[in-house]
Structure formats: C-alpha cells, structure tokens
C-alpha cells in the first residue's frame, strides 16, 4: 500500500497535480512513518507544490530519522538557499560535507552559496575541489566561471564559460552573467539563445537564462524594442513559476508595512539611544533599492583603508526577526536583554570581519526597512542612502536575474514601480528624522562629480580623504551582487537616463510611480 500510494503521488507530480500528490504521500507516511522513501517523496512533493516551508520542516524531520543521511543536509541547504536563508543554508553544506567530503555536487552547492554570503575566494575553492574530483563537470566550470567574476577576473571567467560551451553548446549557463556585464555577445550566440527559446525542450530555467542574455545582447546594440520583448518575455516566465518558489509581491501588505514603519518611528523619541543600545562607530548602512547604487558606494567607501566592505550581510534582517517574536516583542525585558545581547554580538562579528578597519559597510539595500531599529540599536552608526531616478531603478530591477528568492517585486514594471516610489517615500521619513546620521548619495549626482560626492561621503563617515577612493574600480574585493562588472569599470553616465530608450512600453511603470494610496 505505501508503495502504491508513493508511486500514485509521483506519477500526480508529474502530471502537476501536486496538491493530490500531497495527500498520497501523506498517506503513505501516516501508514509507515518509519518509510524514508516514503518521507522523502513527501518533501520533494511539498516543494513541488510551492509549500516550501512545509517542505523545510519536512526535511528537518527526515534528518531527525536518519542524522546521517547526507544527501538530506545537501537538498534541505539547497532550498534555504532558495528562501534566502544563506546562514542556514551553509551550515546544511557543511553537514552535509563532514558525512560525504567528496561528492562535487555537495560543493557546487556550498560553493553557489558561499558566492551569495560575498565569499567568493572560499567558493572558487569548492568549485574547483569539485572538478578536480570529477574532471569536465559541467556545474564545476560554471561555478569556477562564476567565482572568477565575483574576484573580478573577467577573462579567465570566460575562458570557463568556453570550456562549458565546448562540452555542450546549447548549456545556457555559460550565459548566466550575460545580463550582469557591459561586454555584448558575437553575432552566433545571439542564434544560439534564440534557438534555445524556440526548440520545446528547453527547461523553463533555460528559457529563462536565454531571455535575459538576450535582451541585454539586444539593449547593447541599440535594439530597444526588441530586447524589451525578450525581457518581458523572460519576465513572465518567472512569474509563471511564482507558486513552485516563491510569494508573490502583495502590494497591500508592502504599503501597510511602510505605513506601520513610519507610524512606529513617528518621531525622534522614537529612534533615540535606549538601555540597550550599543555605542560603536563600526557600522555603516547602506540603504536604497536594489540597482540605485548601492555596490559602487560600498566599492568607494571600501577603496578607504580604513574601511571593510562586508557586502549584503543579511544579519540585520535576522535580528528583527527575532526581536519582533510575540514573546519578545510583547515582553518589556525580554526585547531589552535580547537587543543588548544582539546588538553586542553583531558588533563583535564585525569586529571580527574588519581586519583592523574604523568602518565596516553593511550594503543590504533592504536595510531600510529597517533603519528605525538600527538607529536604537546602534546610537552612532551612520547610514547613507542611495538614491536615483525611480525610472532607471525600476527598469534595471526588471532586467535582472536576481538569486533564487529575492526581490520577486522585480519581474514586474508595475511591483517595480510600486515599490520605488514607497521606498521613496519611506527614505524621505528616515532623512527627516535622522538628519544627523543620514546622508544621501545621489546616483546621477555621483557620475556627474564623482571627486566631489566622494569627499562628502567620506567625510560623513568621519575619516580623511584617500585618492585611493577615486579608483574605486581597481579595488579587489569579492563582489557577488550583479553589479560585479560595473564597479570594477571606471565611472560612466551611459545609465542615466536609460529608461528613454523604453518610454513607449512603460506606462505601467509611469503610473504605479505616480500612483497616490
């Protein structure tokens, strides 16, 4: 019967009835809850159906059945890393690792993930551990390639992506960063992508890929109508596999949130030192939307030798979750001891990341939901703030691939605008009610007086100009946001004003910008 019932549930899989294959296989684990076929096939089927929380406690209980059991550790760090969750996620790569040290898929895995914690020297270890175990393996190359981009080594990255091309030409993961760099594809690659779209058994990932490559190879030479069509193409197929990854951007609740934000933190009362704060310069936050400018400010600020750039750490984000619990929330004592505890170990983290600097950057552009707790929790932290024409961020957000689980408003022009404009008017609060700590950095006021607008900004952070900050685009450091080409070229205009090029197909975006709740 439990085999029946498991064999039923992945046939309804395949079908895509998963809902129905649910139900088979929590049949199957009601009758032989000892069956790990049967428990495996069940969180493989929750993912399926788009449940992926149910899907992670589903895992966490196999690894209660079998601890051991390392391909466990291996597909449940795989899925937090696609809920964002990368903490979680190495620490299942590392399990996973110290039960099987040698497979290379376990390393592709923690390599991929140590690229989004901003630790790409450790990842292009992993990769290429991977590949001298197994020679020629497709995941190893474009992980090696990958790694190699982050570091800023952009040629020895494509001689990656060729090795992977020879092996297969139609693996589109050679073009996975086609949409990140400046440099535009030959004239059979933009033929290769456009078959890949054409021929039926192209995976949705694939067909992916290939949309985006080859809208950037089509905004490159000028084709604006065209690479548009491929955007939004490659746009729509995200959002046709929402349910299997991923909520969808719900723009009620965001409104709500930003109203209950600016509601909270009303007044300058409200983001004083408390009992519990923490009184170190170390952190600096910098805050905006995605692709306002937020990587070549922390790139500038991180060219100073007396600053460390930590990348998107993700830590702020953590501890909100854990100071807005009921029971600690709702407890007087209980929010002050756990925020000193917090704030306490996040500085000595830093402390330990800085490698003697005065300053360390957070870029976390999200972190401004969250500026009204930092502003408590760390009394002397400085914030800078990204900005630029909502119309060029909006744009760049919707001709991104983002990592797996982040930013879905962005495959939307219409979640794009929405989410600028309320993130506009959250910023505005925050400058209104922290003048002092807050400064904004103006994307088209930079590339306008790159000299002028990096004195100011290093200045806020309280240290002496360095020259150095001017070539910001010849300092190594790992960068793993998709803004890895561009920091590392000197400073251009050429995406001011960008959205010109796409006005006649924008009007979603023009009137979710101009939108009044």
């Keep these: 019967m439990v085999l029946a019932y498991t064999e039923l549930a992945t046939l309804l899989s395949d079908l895509g009835r998963y809902e129905a294959a649910v139900s088979y296989c929590e049949a199957a684990v009601a009758i032989a809850p000892a069956s790990m076929p049967a428990q495996i096939q069940l969180a493989i089927t929750l993912r399926s159906a788009g449940r992926l929380q149910d899907a992670t406690r589903h895992w966490s209980k196999i690894i209660a059945l079998s601890p051991n059991r390392a391909e466990s550790y291996y597909v449940l760090g795989t899925q937090f890393r696609d809920m964002g969750q990368l903490p979680e996620a190495l620490r299942c790569h590392n399990k996973a690792l110290a039960l099987k040290p040698d497979i290379p898929e376990f390393l592709c895995a923690k390599g991929a993930t140590l690229i989004y914690l901003n630790q790409a020297d450790e990842a292009l270890v992993c990769f290429q551990r991977a590949e001298t175990i197994s020679p020629g393996l497709p995941d190893a190359l474009a992980g090696i390639g990958w790694a190699l981009r982050s570091l800023g080594r952009f040629e020895e990255a494509d001689s990656y992506s060729d090795k992977v091309r020879a092996l297969n030409p139609g693996d589109l993961r050679s073009y996975k960063h086609v949409s990140s760099e400046g440099s535009a594809l030959e004239t059979e690659d933009e033929q290769r992508l456009a078959d890949a779209l054409e021929q039926p058994d192209t995976s949705i990932d694939g067909r992916i890929t290939a949309g985006f490559g080859l809208g950037r190879l089509l905004d490159k030479t000028g084709r604006y109508d065209e690479a548009f069509a491929r955007y939004s193409a490659a746009n729509s197929l995200v959002r046709g596999i929402w349910p299997k990854v991923a909520d969808l951007f719900d723009k009620e609740s965001f409104t709500a949130r930003i109203e209950q934000l600016i509601e909270r933190y009303r007044d300058r009362a409200r983001v004083g030192a408390a009992d519990f704060s923490n009184m170190s310069e170390l952190p600096v936050f910098v805050v905006g939307m995605p692709r306002s400018g937020t990587t070549l400010v922390e790139q500038i600020c991180a060219s100073h030798s007396r600053v460390f750039g930590a990348g998107e750490l993700g830590d ?156 910001f685009h010849l300092t190594e450091r790992p960068v793993s946001t998709l803004s890895y080409w561009q920091v590392r070229q000197p400073l251009y205009q050429s995406s001011v004003g960008r959205w010109r090029n796409y006005e006649k197909h924008l009007d979603s975006l023009f009137a979710a910008l101009t939108r009044h709740e």
């Design 316 to 471: 702020v984000i953590r501890m909100d979750g854990v100071l807005s619990r009921p029971d600690i929330a709702g407890a007087a004592q209980a929010f002050h001891d756990t925020a000193r505890r917090l704030a306490k170990e996040h500085i000595v983290k830093l402390y330990g990341d800085a490698k003697g600097a005065h300053r360390v950057v957070d870029k976390m552009p999200d972190n401004i939901l969250h500026v009204g707790l930092l502003a408590q929790l760390f009394p002397r932290a400085r914030f800078v703030l990204c900005s630029r024409d909502d119309r060029d961020i909006a744009l760049s957000c919707y001709f991104q691939m983002f990592a797996p689980g982040a930013q879905h408003f962005s495959y939307d022009l219409a979640d794009c605008g929405h989410r600028a404009r309320l993130i506009r008017r959250l910023a505005q609060h925050w400058i209104g009610l922290l003048p002092d700590r807050i400064i904004e950095m103006n994307y088209e006021a930079l590339t306008d007086d790159l000299e002028g607008q990096s004195r100011r900004l290093i200045k806020f952070l309280g240290l002496d100009w360095e020259p150095t900050c001017m070539n």
